[in-house]
Nanobody, 118 residues
């Protein structure tokens, strides 16, 4: 069974840093772009970052650009999100995601809570 195991979330003070990890099992995602989304309380789920299969191309939401870095290690079947300069508005449940084309399917992690508060 395909599973994404996420870790690294928690409580951090404003200006602090966290590194989220999402380790996939059950199949390899080395051929697929991978993404991070987040959902804040009372808000719709929103895009955070994406990374191409090779890691050569990344793209970020404007709200996190310059503060967050997405990366991946295909040998470990894992995607990361390094979050620096965290703000209270970054508080959300963070989800890793892979969109597979053959067959079409949208895989999601279970989510990990990030809380930024003093």
């Amino acid at each position: 069974q395909v599973q994404f195991v996420e870790s690294g979330g928690g409580l951090v003070q404003p200006g602090g840093s966290l590194r989220l990890s999402c380790a996939a099992s059950g199949r390899t995602f080395s051929d697929d772009p991978m993404n991070w989304f987040r959902q804040a309380p009372g808000k719709e789920r929103e895009f955070v970052a994406t990374i191409s299969w090779s890691g050569s191309v990344t793209y970020y939401a404007t709200s996190v650009k310059g503060r967050f870095t997405i990366s991946r290690d295909n040998a470990k079947n894992t995607v990361y999100l390094q979050m620096n300069g965290l703000k209270p508005e970054d508080t959300a449940v963070y989800y890793c995601n892979a969109k597979v084309s053959s067959p079409p399917y949208d895989y999601w992690g279970q989510g990990t809570q990030v809380t930024v508060s003093s």
